[in-house]
């Protein structure tokens, strides 16, 4: 006999409402230690992945398709995939906004410059969700108004 579940299982209310950088020091430690199997570990300087993808950075004419990783810190690097080394990373700061224009394509303001960032998988809405997170968290004055 196969028994079914007697109702859908549904989602606590405090996993729904968890936003990726609220953690316990706790899971801090956990997530870093399975990280340090990840490929992309060894460029972060040692700071937990919140978030990652590959996007295409433009920059003038021409776009590089870039691995972009969000990390605890707060940072936000990119790494060449191809060769896997970081190439740089967009400056953290009270300053810095996200601007989705489409499914695809989004902006991060920072005071010096604007990035111009492309998720081929249209997830660009996703991105600015969390990298707004990350800013209030680490930027709550700023982030209220
Ligand atoms: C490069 O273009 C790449 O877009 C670089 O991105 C970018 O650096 C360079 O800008 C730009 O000239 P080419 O490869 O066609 O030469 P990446 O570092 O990801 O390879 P950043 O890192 O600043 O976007 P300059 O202004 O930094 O040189």
Known sequence: ???QPSSTPTRKKSETNKN???????EIERRLELQKMDKWHNLVEG???????LVDKRKGL???RRMLLLTRGPHLYYV?????????EIP???ELRTEPK???IFFVHTPNRTYYLEDPEGYALEWCKAID???AFYYPEQSQS
């Not at 990726?20 to 706790?26: D, N, T, V």
């Not at 700071?47 to 993808?53: R, S, T, V, W, Y």
């Not at 060449?80 to 740089?88: E, F, I, N, V, Y």
């Open 47 to 53: 700071n937990l992945i919140l978030k990652q993808g």
């Open 80 to 88: 060449d995939p191809a060769t896997m080394t970081l190439k740089g």
């Open 62 to 64: 021409f776009a590089r």
């Open 133 to 135: 997170e990350v800013r």
């Open 20 to 26: 990726i950088i609220e953690l316990e020091p706790a």
């Open 102 to 104: 489409n499914f695809k």
């Open 92 to 94: 953290w700061g009270a």
């Open 1 to 3: 006999m196969i028994c």
